[in-house]
T-cell receptor
Framework: DIVMTQSPDSLAVSLGERATINCKSS????????????LAWYQQKPGQPPKLLIY???TRESGVPDRFSGSGSGTDFTLTISSLQAEDVAVYYC?????????FGGGTKVEIK | QVQLQQSGPGLVKPSQTLSLTCAIS??????????WNWIRQSPSRGLEWLGR?????????DYAVSVKSRITINADASKNQFSLQLNSVTPEDTAVYFC????????WGQGTMITVSS
């Protein structure tokens, strides 16, 4: 199984400041057919299912604000919220879809400082 | 737009079978470009993928090793839905269960809180 390790577990950021979440996979998730990493990011608010924000490491899902961006290569990936808004308070997860079992990171809770 | 609507009982007795159904609107369970997953979430286990079904000229299933001896995922093309059966449940199977479309998981059902208790 590919183990996904997120850091930090929680993060408090001032409104308008940058939030950075890290995710490390235990092995490569590079999909050879398109040379892209099979890495996605989700946002989950209480009582709701996770919402897909980013896939293929850096492609934003339709309707996701451009303050959310993803980057990374190899086994190290990052989700950045460039200017934190109040509505961004949530838990964020990374996930690999390179192979089964699909696996998720443990989550990062983002709060307002 | 694509929507997934889950149905099924929220309380299951230990040793019995958990059964959930996911009705699809706006897409086809027989689509050859996606997959249909069951995922659960609990405080102790986080987000846990259980398995999936998909159609590529014939039906395929993949299951998590942790539940492989107890799980069945079936697709019903006539009703455009797919289902989860988990046998011999224990309190450790208590969780919120989601049906989800995709590989990057773009469409989620509303979630069903399943409690395993006598």
């Amino acid at each position: 199984d590919i183990v996904m390790t997120q850091s930090p577990d929680s993060l408090a950021v001032s409104l308008g400041e940058r939030a950075t979440i890290n995710c490390k996979s235990s092995q490569s998730v590079l999909y050879s057919s398109n040379n892209k990493n099979s890495l996605a990011w989700y946002q989950q608010k209480p009582g709701q299912p996770p919402k897909l924000l980013i896939y293929w490491t850096s492609t934003r899902e339709s309707g996701v604000p451009d303050r959310f961006s993803g980057s990374g290569s190899g086994t190290d990936f990052t989700l950045t919220i460039s200017s934190l808004q109040a509505e961004d308070v949530a838990v964020y997860y990374c996930q690999q879809y390179y192979s089964t079992p699909l696996t998720f990171g443990g989550g990062t809770k983002v709060e307002i400082k | 737009q694509v929507q997934l609507q889950q149905s099924g009982p929220g309380l299951v007795k230990p040793s019995q079978t958990l059964s959930l159904t996911c009705a699809i609107s706006g897409d086809s369970v027989s689509s050859d470009s996606t997959a249909w997953n069951w995922i659960r979430q609990s405080p102790s286990r986080g987000l846990e993928w259980l398995g999936r079904t998909y159609y590529r000229s014939k039906w395929y299933n993949d299951y998590a090793v942790s539940v492989k001896s107890r799980i069945t995922i079936n697709a019903d093309a006539s009703k455009n839905q797919f289902s989860l059966q988990l046998n011999s449940v224990t309190p450790e199977d208590t969780a919120v269960y989601f049906c989800v479309r995709g590989y990057a998981l773009g469409i989620w059902g509303q979630g069903t809180m399943i409690t395993v208790s006598s």
